[in-house]
Nanobody
C-alpha cells in the first residue's frame, strides 16, 4: 500500500505560480505511475499530469506549456510546478499513485486563483 502526503496549495493571483509536492511512502517500489488530478466544485475529477516509472510525462491539454511535473527519486516525491495560473485552474488537487493496479490518493490540497 502507498501513502501520499500533499503540500503547496494556496491562494494566488492570475498569472502567478505555485508548486505542489506529493511525498510517497509505503510500497513505493511497486509504483508504476504518479500524478495529479483536480476537481472543481460540481465537476468531475480530471487528470492534470502524470509521470511513469520510465520518466515519461503526460499532460492535459489545458495545462500544457504552463505546468511541469517532475520527480525526485531520492525523496520519493513528485512536484507539480504551475505557472501562468488562470482562474479556471481553481480546484482541489489530488495526488495519485498506481501500484500493483491499485490506486492511492492524497487528501487533496486547495488551489485558488483569484485577484
Amino acid at each position: 500500500q502507498v501513502q501520499l502526503v500533499e503540500s503547496g496549495g494556496g491562494l494566488v493571483q492570475p498569472r502567478g505560480s505555485l508548486r505542489l509536492s506529493c511525498a510517497a511512502s509505503g510500497s513505493i517500489f511497486s509504483i508504476s505511475v504518479m500524478g495529479w488530478y483536480r476537481q472543481a466544485p460540481g465537476k468531475s475529477r480530471d487528470l492534470v499530469a502524470r509521470i511513469f516509472r520510465d520518466g515519461t510525462t503526460m499532460y492535459a491539454d489545458s495545462v500544457k506549456g504552463r505546468f511541469t511535473l517532475s520527480r525526485d527519486n531520492a525523496k520519493n516525491t513528485v512536484y507539480l510546478q504551475m505557472n501562468s495560473l488562470k482562474p479556471e485552474d481553481t480546484a482541489v488537487y489530488y495526488c495519485h499513485a498506481l501500484s500493483n493496479s491499485r490506486s492511492s490518493w492524497g487528501q487533496g490540497t486547495q488551489v485558488t486563483v483569484s485577484s
